[in-house]
C-alpha cells in the first residue's frame, strides 16, 4: 500500500501539511520528554542524564522495527522510500560543527523551536543565531561548494555496506539498545545527580 | 526495576528476533500495465537474425541466447552457446537469478515468435533489463541464415552484401559448402571461404553485380 505519495495514494499537495501535523507531534513527545532544557540535553555529553540518547535510541528501534514488519506485510514498500543521500565528507565536518554547536547552546534545531515554544529565552536567542547560520552559510556558498559536493555516495543504507539483511541489522540495534539500557539502569545511583 | 519496563524490553527484544527468521521482504518491483504497454511498442526490444548472427560469429562476450523451448526441442537443435530456460521453469530461482545480473544482452528464441514474446513480457513485468526477443525466432533463422534466398538479379548492392553475409554465415553455422544454384556468378567457392564474415557496413566491396 504505502508510501503513499510515492504510490499516487495521495496527492503530493499534502506534504506540507502531514509535514506540519508530523511536527507538531514531534515537538510535543520533545517537550514531553525535558528536550526543551538544554541541561537535560548536554547532559549525555557531561555524563549525568541519559535521557536523550535513551529517547532516540527507542525511537529509532521502534521505526525500525514497524518499518520491517510493515515491509513484510506489504503494508509499505521500502524499496520505495527516500533514502538520503549520503555526502561523507560534509557529514564528517558539518557533524563536527554541529556538534560544537550542540555543546554550547545546549539545543539541537528541534528541540530549540521546543524550548522556544515554551518560552525559554536560551531557546529563543539560540533559534534566532541558527538563522543567522543559514544566512552565512548561503552567502558563504561558493566557498564550501566543493566540499558541500564531494563524497557523493547515493542512497546508501547500512545493511548494503555491511551485507547483512536488514532484520539481523535490527536485531543486532534492538540487543544493543536493550543491553545499553539495563547497563544505564545497573549504574543509576552512578551518577550525579544535577537539579534540571 | 518496573514491570512494565521488562515488559516492555521483552516485547521489543521478541520483535526484533522475529525480524531475524522472517523471509527477505517482497517487494512491489513489478511493472506498472501502463509502462508495459510503452515497453511493448519500443521496436528495439528484437534483434534480427542477422545482427544475432553477426554477433555469434564475433563471439560477442555480451550476447547470451535463451532458449525458452522444452529440453527435447533443445536438445534436437540449437543456436551456439545457447542455454535452455524451458518456458514453464522461467520463474524458478537460479534462472531468474541468472536474469537478474543484467551484466549481458539477454534474447529469447523459440521456434516462432510466441513463446519468446510471453518470456519477453514476463521477465520485463520482474523488471529485468536488457531483455530481446529473436525477431521471427528458429523458423526465420532457417529461412534466413541457414537457407537464405537468393536475391533477384536487379536488387540493391545491399541486399547482395547481406546475401553474402548469409552465406558466409551459413557456412560458420553448418560446415556446409554452398548449395548448387545459389552461388553468385564469376566467384569461385575457394574464394568464398576466405571471405571475411563480419564487414564495416561502411566499407562496401564492388564486385559482383
Not at chain 1, 547532559?43 to 535510541?57: P, S
Not at chain 2, 511493472?31 to 526490444?45: A, H, T
Not at chain 2, 518470456?119 to 537457407?147: D, M
Amino acid at each position: 500500500m504505502g508510501p503513499l505519495i510515492p504510490q499516487q495514494i495521495i496527492d503530493p499537495a499534502w506534504n506540507n501539511l502531514i509535514g506540519f501535523l508530523v511536527g507538531m507531534c514531534f515537538g510535543l513527545i520533545l517537550e514531553a520528554s525535558g528536550f526543551s532544557s538544554s541541561r537535560k540535553i548536554t547532559g549525555v555529553f557531561y555524563g549525568y542524564d541519559f535521557t536523550v540518547m535513551k529517547v532516540f535510541m527507542t525511537a529509532v528501534a521502534v521505526a525500525m522495527v514497524g518499518l520491517l514488519y510493515f515491509n513484510y506485510f506489504g503494508w509499505i514498500d521500502l524499496s520505495l522510500v527516500y533514502v538520503n543521500p549520503l555526502f561523507l565528507n560534509a557529514t564528517i565536518v558539518g557533524g563536527f560543527i554541529m556538534g560544537i554547536g550542540f555543546l554550547m547552546g545546549g539545543f539541537c534545531p528541534g528541540t530549540s523551536f521546543a524550548g522556544a515554544a515554551i518560552g525559554k529565552i536560551d531557546a529563543i536567542v539560540f533559534s534566532l543565531g541558527m538563522f543567522l547560520g543559514i544566512l552565512l552559510f548561503s552567502e558563504a556558498f561558493p566557498l564550501v561548494e566543493t566540499l558541500y559536493n564531494a563524497g557523493d555516495y547515493g542512497g546508501l543504507t547500512i545493511t548494503e555496506v555491511l551485507g547483512i539483511s536488514p532484520g539481523l541489522f535490527a536485531f543486532f540495534f534492538v540487543c544493543a539498545m536493550l543491553m545499553l539500557f539495563g547497563i544505564l539502569y545497573y549504574f543509576r545511583d552512578k551518577f550525579r545527580k544535577i537539579e534540571i | 526495576m518496573n514491570r512494565t519496563y521488562i515488559l516492555m524490553a521483552l516485547i521489543m527484544f521478541l520483535l526484533g528476533a522475529g525480524l531475524v527468521f522472517l523471509p527477505q521482504p517482497r517487494n512491489n518491483r513489478e511493472l506498472s500495465p501502463e509502462q508495459i504497454l510503452l515497453s511493448l511498442n519500443e521496436p528495439f526490444r528484437y534483434i534480427s537474425t542477422d545482427q544475432a548472427a553477426r554477433r555469434i560469429i564475433a563471439g560477442d562476450p555480451a550476447l547470451l541466447l535463451i532458449d525458452v523451448r522444452d529440453s527435447a526441442a533443445f536438445a534436437a537443435f540449437s543456436l551456439p552457446g545457447a542455454v535452455n530456460i524451458p518456458f514453464s521453469h522461467i520463474l524458478d530461482e537460479e534462472n531468474q537469478a541468472l536474469l537478474a545480473e543484467g551484466s549481458k544482452d539477454y534474447v529469447f528464441y523459440s521456434n516462432g515468435d510466441i513463446l519468446s514474446e510471453k518470456a519477453w513480457l514476463l521477465c520485463s513485468r520482474l523488471r529485468h533489463r536488457k531483455l530481446y526477443i529473436l525477431q521471427g525466432g528458429l523458423n526465420h533463422w532457417v529461412e534466413t541464415i541457414l537457407r537464405p534466398p537468393v536475391p533477384a538479379a536487379t536488387s540493391d548492392a545491399a541486399v547482395f552484401d547481406q546475401y553474402d553475409f548469409r552465406m558466409a554465415a551459413r557456412m560458420y553455422f553448418t560446415g556446409e559448402g554452398e548449395l548448387p544454384g545459389m552461388r553468385k556468378a564469376g566467384e569461385s567457392a575457394a574464394q568464398r571461404s576466405v571471405r571475411p564474415i563480419a564487414r564495416p557496413s561502411g566499407k562496401r566491396k564492388h564486385e559482383g553485380c
